[in-house]
């Protein structure tokens, strides 16, 4: 894909993004034609927003993740900083087309994670991270149909990326637990909404972490230091509306919660 086509896609989706606006399809003149040609698109994000990318995020990590934006496989996004909130700040969802919340595993990054032929393993990533932080992500798609976008396209779209809200590091001894053995529960308005566990990410959160550091060291793209990894819904993607009250709670790895506009 020509760095023009690739500008020109990323553009459309930017512009979408912004004014909330639903596209059925990006022009023919620019619409990528393979995952490659999407991730492509994608990395023209940054410079079309402004935008710097503060870290990743990982869609589709599990079968019912795949079926809701309708994959195969998981799709690797940017977390660009314009979409990244405190949880103190109420964030809009008026424009959300998606209008679901996911609790998931984030963890920041304490070393680069370089592009290499060898796989990392779990146990490396492990090595490679500082802290871990229960997070809720809100993902979105600038398609109206976007269980039928396909790959190529949603690459594009930054992975259904919208908003993200990590709470504190966690405090316990993380490293110590099995992580995809660990509960998660995400209530809104109070009420339990789903449940789920960490194997819902691709066997286990540092397993999906693992997959990111392949799957785009294969393209040349590390992972850096500092930046922020969030893996995957765990439980359902679950519906919320203007003026909601969400909260994740990981038990021992702690909660956090968000307001959304009314």
């Known amino acids: 894909m020509s760095d023009q086509r690739a500008r020109a896609a990323a553009e459309a989706i930017w512009a979408s993004w912004e004014r909330g606006q639903r596209l059925e399809r990006l022009p023919d003149s620019c619409r990528p034609r393979s995952i490659e040609e999407g991730y492509a698109a994608q990395a023209m994000l940054e410079e079309v927003s402004g935008s710097s990318s503060v870290g990743w995020k990982i869609a589709a990590t599990n079968v019912t993740g795949q079926r809701h934006i309708g994959v195969q496989q998981p799709l690797g996004g940017r977390l660009l900083a314009v ?91 993380w490293r110590e637990l099995d992580l995809a053995a660990h509960p998660v529960s995400l209530a809104v308005n109070g009420r339990q909404v789903t449940c789920g566990r960490g194997a819902d990410v691709l066997g286990g959160p540092l397993v999906a972490l693992a997959w990111l550091a392949n799957s785009h060291g294969l393209r040349g793209c590390g992972l850096e230091a500092g930046q922020i990894v969030t893996t995957g819904v765990c439980g359902e993607p679950s519906p919320i509306g203007p003026g909601d009250s969400v909260c994740a709670d990981f038990g021992a790895l702690g909660r956090v919660a968000l307001e959304l506009q009314s």
């Open 83 to 173: 979409r990244v909130a405190k949880g103190d700040t109420p964030i809009p969802v008026a424009d959300n087309h998606m209008r679901v919340a996911e609790a998931e595993f984030a963890f920041v990054l304490a070393r680069d994670i370089p592009p290499r032929a060898q796989p990392y393993t779990p146990d490396e990533i492990l090595d490679c991270v500082a802290s871990l932080h229960p997070a809720i992500e809100l993902p979105d798609s600038r398609f109206r149909d976007f269980a039928c976008a396909g790959g190529a396209q949603l690459a594009a779209d930054d992975a259904c990326a919208g908003w993200f809200v990590a709470g504190e590091a966690a405090t316990a001894e």
